[in-house]
Nanobody
């Protein structure tokens, strides 16, 4: 599976951005899709994830109420709508994928925030939020 993230940019605090990730080469509709981010000097951290059927979403506490993850299985894309951006949201945002069609909701919830549980990664897109 190849993943291509796009949509990053330089914005001011309070602005919005929409990231997109296009997938190719696999059965997109069977994958859990996640967004992670990494700021300079920090470890990669979980942002949001969505199950293969779009029925369940997961968010880091730091972005709940501001970010929304969605997917379009017909277009093989996953998006991350980011509102009310803060300087601490700055970083390189990566989309990731793993097959989870056989997972229970309980199992998926446990592993969704864990980067090592994803098999495929995009190249990242830079998001910079100025104060």
């Amino acid at each position: 599976v190849q993943l291509q993230a796009s949509g990053g940019g330089l914005v001011q605090a309070g602005d919005s951005l929409r990231l997109s990730c296009a997938a190719s080469g696999g059965t997109f509709s069977g994958y859990r899709m996640g967004w992670f981010r990494q700021a300079p000097g920090r470890e990669r951290e979980f942002v949001a994830a969505i199950r293969w059927n779009g029925a369940t979403t997961y968010y880091a506490d730091s972005v709940k109420g501001r970010f929304t993850i969605s997917r379009d299985n017909a277009k093989n894309t996953v998006s991350l709508q980011m509102n009310s951006l803060k300087p601490e949201d700055t970083g390189v945002y990566y989309c990731a994928a793993v097959s989870d069609i056989k997972y229970s909701d309980y199992r998926s919830r446990i592993v969704a925030p864990v980067a090592s549980e994803y098999d495929y990664w995009g190249q990242g897109t830079q998001v910079t939020v100025s104060s």
